[in-house]
């Protein structure tokens, strides 16, 4: 390879493979066998951005081999400290040597030394022959490597672009004159992770403070007379320490490795090992960024890709697919376009027992899209369109048809995310009756941490890859078309095919659904039946007032504008607010509000809130500028968002509910989220009023569990003292606070049932001394005694948390009241950060799952009891652990009644009383 550049990337793999692993620490990557992929997804992006973006000529990666080193031989207690690998970046290993080999790239390792020392050894051989040489690293301890020619690499990350770090980022970040000084600067501050000891006493900052003063660590001892107290004594007593700690850090430039240029260039991949392992590990989205491939799932590689066994005991009568072999050649697929075929159609319709149906329109939004046409499928391999005319009334006039399968009650209907079709055909006069399978639902219970969609589920249970949407209307933005550009000729066979796929995924979900009691009742009793239960609130909508809203726009703008001028006075000059850069100047270059202030990787000042939060009591401006920030937010996210996304058809807002994502069950809404207004501040508060009634008739009734999360946990644990908290009607934060800080419940003051309020909720999530003490500024020590006496008052508690963990570990899963489980393949990982995470949900999963469920089953009822008693009033949102209504006012006894007691008596037979906060209101903020 000739070229006039030569450069060459050399990549620390264990540095970027643990960086990859916990980038997805809190929502992992795994495949359909079960395989945790975050480590080799995230390793391989990075290898891609490497060789896309960056266009090396030479190209390397350097690996640890497990064993001891020359370092253990100094120091026998070298990295002693580590926690164990995690299992899943154990299995990953094997996986990212093949990709890497897959990429034709060399992989560089010598028994006995660190990939540290090998990349350490290459670059400086490298930079005398003449290449520029980038260290791609997260890992610290290269910067004592940079010099003019050999720069460090942090790659791209969470959106945030890659870093190139040089000399003089080197000497900024570490606070040195030349990047060696790196070295002391380990030596005399240690390093926790690999057990390099450095000299007691001395941190961070006093490290810097000396090294400017004394160059090194020898130069530190040899004037360790000028030093005073304790400092002094540590540096005489640990003097060879200090010495020891500075040669561990150190990364050799002479290991036995050689360097061949020809041997590093960068190739071709092997598309064949690639496309084979990319397929095991589901890679759809890189395999067509790097391999410009569609792949599938890969369940010939081994069974253990097909989770499911076959549909021998499917109670339907059509035959079983044959899953392994979707043949699209060998499928009918007929397009139903006149009177006389559309008759012949319905009347075999009606024969069936089991159909599944899919509607094709011009939007994802239901609530403003049309309808396209509709698909129809009840034996693999055979599936039914019926187009339908732009007009409206035509539209309407051909469904008229369909009404009697609509309604027909011995039917079964199926479909993937039944709720989108239910809710298009409500706008055109359709009520969807009868028992319902949902394949989306489905699997989201039988495998709650994978995704739903149903191009996904074929690919990974069908060996099948569906036809894209983007074949036929384009890919996604401004210039997408839609469903109705599509000739019929060309939307027949994809909506036929929605419908055939989705009916094959029914005869794999429906007998694994019935395997499990739990599973069983779950689906049918809860997902089920609340989907059309949340289908009519998503249609039914809910008005707001956007004079109310224009006025708090207003009201929040000129807030703005005085804080903006009282800003600017304490600063002493105008500038951007918006601007970080700008800001960042004012704060800590002219205010000087920190000594050491907090940079980005672009070397710009940190002005993010988490940042301007710990800043808060430093300058007065700070607080200023975080309320500013809040109303901004507020203004833009809220207040002048939500008049644009009212609906023409009725004028009315239309939030979506997810119910397929959360694995603890709990709901999420968006477009609009109305549950993430914020109603801790009075100004988010303020957006509640606008969301009114639907007629002067009408009032909003809001219903709101009190305390349920704490009120289960009491349940859960069984806790005596917590129990009778509750069953005697005290406030269960002032009662904790009398508890645990030894007082009198009248001596107790707002700040004891604050800090108790926090330990509280905070038990439930497993929060730590540490995060205690974050959360309620004070000492961890402080926080540890408040934890240490809840537990003694609340024994109970302790013991759950203990059994739940065990449990976990024990089962692999935990299980709410009504038996949703939720899986925590971590919960016996060896790495205790890992592990922890694992724990806390443990926990928490219980808790907040069985909240979660217990509300589900009052919407169910309490929408039964309103249809079977004919009340006009409408369940219109659900957030969280409050239900609201838009409500007749002649109603009101009535609905009060039965939402009081569907909610309290949502689980039977609880020992903790459960109270249900209830009130109306002309407006959602005077109801609640």
Not at 744 to 750: A, E, H, P, Y
Not at 801 to 817: F, L, P, Q
Request: charged share 30%; with cysteine.
């Amino acid at each position: 390879m000739s070229t006039d550049k030569k450069t060459l990337y050399l990549l620390d793999a264990y540095a970027l493979i643990y960086r990859a692993y916990y980038a997805f620490i809190r929502a992992p990557r795994v495949n359909s066998a079960g395989l945790n992929t975050s480590a080799m997804f995230g390793f391989t992006n990075a290898l891609a951005d490497i060789i896309n973006n960056h266009k090396p000529t030479h190209i390397a990666v350097g690996f640890d081999i497990s064993g001891p080193t020359f370092r253990n031989d100094d120091y026998p207690a070298y990295k002693a400290n580590r926690e164990e690998t995690p299992d899943d970046i154990k299995i990953a290993i094997p996986y990212i040597r093949q990709i890497i080999e897959g990429f034709n790239i060399p992989i560089l390792e010598k028994e006995g030394f660190e990939a540290d020392d090998i990349i350490g050894t290459i670059a400086k051989k490298a930079e005398i022959e003449g290449f520029e040489v980038f260290m791609v690293t997260p890992d610290k301890d290269f910067g004592q490597l940079v010099t003019e020619h050999i720069k460090i690499l942090k790659p791209a990350r969470m959106g945030n672009g890659s870093e190139v770090m040089g000399i003089k980022e080197v000497c900024e970040k570490f606070g040195v004159k030349r990047p060696e000084q790196v070295i002391d600067m380990l030596g005399l501050w240690g390093d926790a992770v690999d057990n390099i000891p450095g000299i007691p006493g001395i941190g961070e900052k006093t490290a810097k403070k000396l090294l400017a003063e004394y160059d090194s660590v020898e130069g530190l001892i040899a004037n360790a007379d000028k030093l005073k107290g304790k400092q002094k004594e540590n540096v005489i007593k640990f003097a060879e320490q200090g010495l020891l700690s500075k040669k561990l850090a150190t990364i050799i430039l002479d290991a036995p490795v050689d360097f061949n240029p020809k041997e590093l260039e960068l190739e071709e991949p092997n598309k064949e090992v690639l496309r084979e392992l990319f397929s095991i590990l589901e890679f759809r989205t890189i395999s067509e960024r790097l391999l410009g491939e569609k792949i599938q799932a890969n369940t010939a590689a081994g069974d253990q890709m097909d989770l499911f066994s076959s549909v021998e005991n499917s109670d339907t009568d059509a035959e079983p697919a044959s899953m392994s072999d979707f043949d699209a050649s060998a499928v009918k697929y007929n397009t139903i376009e006149t009177k006389d075929k559309r008759t012949t159609f319905i009347r075999d319709l009606m024969k069936q027992k089991v159909v599944c149906f899919d509607t094709e329109t011009t939007s994802v939004d239901a609530n403003s899209a049309e309808l396209v046409g509709m698909s129809f499928s009840w034996k693999s391999g055979e599936a039914y369109y019926i187009p339908l005319p732009e007009n409206e009334n035509g539209s309407k006039f051909i469904l008229k048809d369909f009404n009697d399968f609509f309604a027909a009650e011995n039917i079964l209907k199926i479909g993937h995310n039944l709720k989108y079709d239910i809710t298009v055909l409500a706008w055109y006069g359709i009520e969807v009756k009868g028992k319902m399978f949902d394949t989306m639902l489905a699997h989201y219970l039988i495998q709650p941490d994978m995704k739903h969609n149903m191009n996904e589920l074929a690919e990974t249970y069908l060996s099948y890859r569906p036809i894209s949407i983007e074949t036929l209307i384009g890919k996604k933005g401004k210039n997408q078309g839609s469903m109705r550009d599509v000739p019929v000729e060309e939307a027949a066979p994809y909506a036929c095919e929605d419908a055939d796929i989705t009916y094959r995924l029914y005869e794999k979900f429906a007998p694994e659904i019935e395997k499990e009691p739990g599973l069983k009742k779950l689906f049918y009793e809860i997902e089920m039946p609340l989907m059309p239960v949340l289908a009519r609130m998503e249609f039914c909508g809910v008005k707001i007032d956007t004079d109310s809203l224009a006025e708090i726009s207003k009201n929040l703008e000129i807030e703005a504008l005085k804080l903006e001028e009282e800003i600017y006075e304490i600063a002493g000059t105008n500038f951007n607010l918006a601007s970080p850069k700008q800001l960042g100047i004012v704060l800590f270059e002219d205010l000087k509000i920190a000594d050491k202030p907090k940079k980005t990787k672009t070397g710009q000042y940190s002005t993010n809130e988490e940042t301007l939060l710990k800043h808060a009591d430093d300058h007065p401006i700070v607080g200023k500028i975080l309320d500013f920030r809040q109303i901004m937010k507020l203004k833009s996210t809220y207040v002048d968002a939500l008049p644009e996304l009212v609906n023409p058809r009725d004028q009315r807002i239309h939030t979506t509910y997810m119910q397929a994502v959360a694995a603890t069950g709990r709901l999420s809404s968006q477009n609009p989220n109305l549950q993430n207004i914020p109603i801790r501040t009075e100004r988010g508060r303020e957006v509640r009023k606008a969301f009114i009634p639907s007629s002067a008739d009408r009032v909003i009734f809001a219903a709101d569990y009190s305390q349920i999360e704490l009120r289960l946990m009491a349940e859960m644990s069984g806790d005596i003292a917590m129990l009778e908290a509750f069953t005697s009607g005290e406030d269960i934060h002032a009662a904790t606070a009398a508890k645990v800080f030894n007082v009198d419940s009248k001596d107790v003051d707002r700040e004891m049932r604050s800090k108790a309020k926090m330990v509280n909720f905070g038990i439930i999530y497993g929060i730590s001394a540490f995060g205690l003490a974050q959360r309620l500024g004070i000492s961890r020590t402080e926080a540890s005694e408040l934890i240490e006496n809840y537990f003694i008052q609340y024994p109970g508690i302790k013991a759950y948390m203990d059994e739940s963990i065990e449990r976990a570990r024990k089962n692999g899963y935990v299980e709410t009241i009504l038996k949703r489980r939720r899986y925590l393949s971590d919960i016996n990982s060896r790495n205790a950060t890992v592990r922890g995470f694992a724990e806390r949900n443990a926990i928490n999963a219980p808790i907040q799952g069985s909240a979660a469920d217990m509300i589900k089953v009052a919407m169910i009822k309490v929408d039964e009891l309103f249809k079977k008693e004919g009340i006009k009033s409408n369940m219109i949102l659900q957030v969280h652990d409050e239900l609201v209504f838009d409500a007749e006012k002649s109603e009101l006894d009535k609905i009060r009644v039965i939402v009081e007691r569907e909610m309290r008596q949502a689980i039977p037979q609880l020992k903790v009383p459960i109270k249900v906060d209830m009130d109306t209101g002309d407006n959602w903020l005077e109801a609640h």
